[in-house]
């Protein structure tokens, strides 16, 4: 079983910084997909940004210029840099990833969601 676990959420003033971490632990094979969704009070989760094995990444267009995401292979984590933040970041953050896992001698790929952290911009 693959676990995610995301910190850094916090109530931070508009136009303040946050760093999101998220950690993949359990039977890891590797890691393909990671990315950053939120979700809003009464909306729908959205994607914020997301990153490959390869290296390709894309972000929403409210974020371009702002949010920097990364991760580290060898630890098997993800980061999110939020910089230049509004009151319309705030939100959940959650932490997704397709993982190549062992089961036995199958090796599958499960999409995984952390619980989420919160991030809250005032003004």
């Known amino acids: 079983q693959v676990q995610l676990v995301e910190a850094g959420g916090d109530l931070v003033q508009a136009g303040g910084s946050l760093r999101l971490s998220c950690v993949a632990s359990?039977?890891?094979?590797?890691?393909?997909?990671m990315g950053w969704y939120r979700q809003a009070p009464g909306k729908q989760r959205e994607l914020v940004a997301v990153?490959?094995?390869?290296?390709?990444?894309n972000y929403a267009d409210s974020v371009k210029g702002r949010f920097t995401i990364t991760r580290d292979n060898a630890k098997n984590m993800g980061y999110l840099q939020m910089n230049s933040l509004k009151v319309e970041d705030t939100g959940v953050y959650y932490c997704?990833?397709?993982?190549?896992?062992?089961?036995?001698?199958?090796?599958?790929?499960?999409?995984?969601w952390g619980q989420g952290t919160p991030v809250t911009v005032s003004s």
């Open positions: 359990g039977s890891i094979s590797s890691i393909n997909r």
């Open positions: 997704n990833a397709d993982i190549a896992t062992l089961s036995g001698d199958i090796l599958k790929i499960v999409e995984v």
């Open positions: 990153i490959r094995r390869g290296g390709s990444i």
